[in-house]
């Protein structure tokens, strides 16, 4: 399977969180009638599709696939968490964290750059447990040099012990609520 982010000209990468040969158990239509489908979470911005699949798709839980009609996926469309059956939901966060490890200088970045949004709040807020302080000792400590990666950034910020965790904690959160004010990571249409 491919793997890699989304460039300009391709479609976006996704990571298949669940993978239904006989289709949606909710599906009322005949099993004849039936498509395979997959369900996956863009490696780019965290979007949501479900993939209608060729009968003869080799696909498996974790794999990393084009999101557009072409080996072995027939359809594709954007979804809601809702949308999402049970074994993708339970696939999901494990998926984001595979995503976070593979792009790590990615999601550094973010602690290296973050800005302020409002006068009053700074995206690195947005992140669940970094409150004023907190945040200023991640300012801080990159005002000395650039963090290097997840290790570097627990080492020298006082109080966050798992910056990773803390990422893909707002991806999720980002990925499951409809009606967040502001949003870093997850796009939404």
Do not use: C, W
């Not at 060729?54 to 979804?79: C, H, K, N, Y």
């Not at 000395?144 to 904690?169: C, Q, S, T, W, Y």
């Amino acid at each position: 399977m491919t793997t890699g982010n989304r460039d300009e000209s391709s479609a976006p990468i996704a990571v298949v969180l669940d993978f239904l040969p006989h289709g949606r158990s909710d599906d009322e239509r005949p099993q004849y009638e039936k498509e395979p489908l997959a369900y996956a979470v863009s490696v780019g911005e965290f979007r949501l599709f479900e993939l209608a699949l060729s009968e003869d798709a080799d696909i498996s839980i974790g794999d990393r696939l084009p999101v557009e009609r072409g080996d072995g996926v027939e359809r594709a469309r954007e979804i809601e968490y809702e949308d999402l059956p049970g074994g993708a939901r339970s696939e999901l966060a494990y998926a984001i964290e595979d995503v976070v490890d593979a792009d790590e200088d990615r999601f550094v970045e973010f602690y290296n750059d973050a800005q302020p949004i409002t006068t009053r709040l700074h995206a690195l807020n947005l992140l669940p447990g970094i409150g004023k302080k907190l945040r200023n000792n991640v300012l801080e400590a990159r005002k000395r040099r650039p963090f290097e990666n997840f290790e570097d950034i627990e080492a020298r910020v006082n109080g966050l012990h798992d910056p990773k965790d803390v990422l893909v904690e707002r991806i999720i959160e980002e990925i499951e609520e409809t009606d967040l004010k502001y949003r870093i990571f997850a796009r939404r249409e």
